[in-house]
């Protein structure tokens, strides 16, 4: 598809939102009030708003390969301190997919080039649960539950920033949620994340042991 084709879309849809509401771009001028912070896959079939069925200002977007939360990318830290400390969101959601490329690719014994460097985050969460993985025969199985446990360890990981350690102090805290979308069947499963489970780590990571947290209440 050429660039064309896509500016032709633009205009076309437009034209479509327009005509259903001659005000709906005016109420967005002003400024944004979404509930999610939504952190995905940069995966091309796993679109934010669409799986989500969600318009424009209801959700903030993050993407990156295999929906990954590294403490060192200021990039996704920006995002989260914006959504969090500014914006108010109400959900922070980490959603991967079924079939995620990265996460196949962390999974071979191949190279791949710079990406590698990257794929080692989603190495280290194989690596932490490699005993589990000793049960799993079948290797779509493997395959799956490794999805689902990459996205149990980046909330873990939204967990030790400072961002949301701070954020859950205050009267309205966000709520922390892992989602794994299905894509041969267009459904969003919650895997029901329960961040208490990582409260014995507190000692570790908590940047304030001597303050109750109500995110380990």
């Not at 896509?6 to 009030?33: I, M, Y």
């Not at 409260?199 to 042991?209: A, E, Q, T």
Request: hydrophobic fraction near 40%.
């Amino acid at each position: 598809m050429s660039l064309d084709k896509l500016l032709e879309r633009n205009r076309q849809w437009v034209a479509e939102k327009t005509a259903e509401n001659p005000d709906f771009f005016e109420q967005f001028a002003n400024g944004q009030n979404p509930n999610y912070l939504f952190i995905g896959c940069s995966d091309s079939r796993v679109s934010a708003n669409t799986i989500c069925n969600t318009g424009p200002g209801e959700m903030f977007v993050h993407r990156n390969i295999a929906n990954l939360v590294v403490h060192t990318d200021i990039n996704l830290l920006s995002v989260l301190q914006y959504a969090v400390e500014v914006l108010k969101v109400k959900h922070v959601i980490v959603c991967g997919h079924y079939g995620c490329g990265g996460v196949a690719a962390a999974m071979s014994d191949k190279q791949f080039g710079l990406i590698d460097n990257w794929l080692t985050n989603i190495k280290d969460v194989f690596r932490l649960h490699e005993s589990e993985f000793t049960y799993i025969k079948n290797d779509e199985e493997r395959f799956k539950r490794m999805v689902e446990l990459n996205v149990i360890e980046q909330i873990h990981n939204l967990a030790k920033t400072s961002i949301i350690q701070n954020a859950m102090r205050t009267e309205n805290p966000p709520q922390l949620h892992g989602l794994v979308y299905d894509i041969r069947e267009g459904l969003l499963r919650d895997l029901k994340v329960d961040i208490g489970d990582f409260k014995r780590f507190g000692h570790i990571y908590d940047s304030n042991p001597a303050e109750e947290k109500k995110w380990l209440s």
